[in-house]
């Protein structure tokens, strides 16, 4: 069962703006306009109205749109990176990090389900959408590596391609965000064991 920690979020560079409006409140109203009505059809203006705040106000805490993205989607990022710090810890055999990546990005995704909707959504249109590709692409390789070494240890069928595999696992993982709404007392590691057993009764030989 994994034990992905649950990181509180980064604190603000030292800005302060008004009560009720600190860095983490306005990230997380921009997050969901970005999910609602697309990065590049919601504006400063409208963050602006759904605050209930200047826009001045709003640039106490950030320097542009972009840098709400940036922050946005490597809250989703870091989040996944920890995960795979954690499961190169794991003691065992390929198939058992990978298991504990596969549990642990769940649970990831659960606990910061907005961050990672946006992250999933970015095509790089962006300087930053292409950094956060950049990154997406890392983790799927390092998926795709720990695919190949289950493979190799005899733990994996070896009749599909460690890259589709990889795919297939993290398209099961990443199609939670079209479905999945936490309900109140619902426990992430559920949804993480049902995710597991589906996938890895299938893969395993």
């Known amino acids: 069962m994994t034990s992905v920690r649950q990181t509180p979020p980064p604190a603000s560079s030292g800005r302060r703006g008004r009560p009720g409006y600190d860095l983490e409140s306005v990230l997380r109203v921009a997050v969901k306009l970005f999910n609602d009505r697309g990065y590049d059809g919601t504006s400063m203006e409208d963050l602006s109205r759904k605050l209930g705040i200047t826009k001045s106000a709003i640039y106490h805490h950030v320097s542009s749109k972009q840098e709400l993205l940036r922050l946005a989607v490597d809250r989703a990022l870091d989040g996944l990176f920890a995960v795979v710090d954690e499961a190169e810890q794991v003691d065992g055999r390929a198939v058992e990090r990978l298991e504990y990546l596969v549990r642990g990005s769940v649970t990831v995704l659960v606990d ?18 292409r950094a956060a590709l950049a990154r997406r692409r890392e983790f799927d390789k390092i998926v795709s590596e720990l695919v ?27 199609s939670l965000i079209e479905w999945y709404r936490p309900r109140r007392g619902s426990d992430p590691t559920d949804l993480a064991d049902a995710v597991a057993k589906i996938a890895f009764d299938g893969i395993r030989t």
């Open 112 to 129: 910061r389900l907005p961050f990672v909707t946006l992250l999933l959504r970015v095509r790089g249109n962006t300087k930053v959408e």
């Open 148 to 174: 190949r070494a289950a493979e190799n240890e005899g733990d994996i069928r070896p009749d599909i391609d460690p890259a589709v595999t990889a795919r297939l696992l993290f398209g099961m993982v990443n």
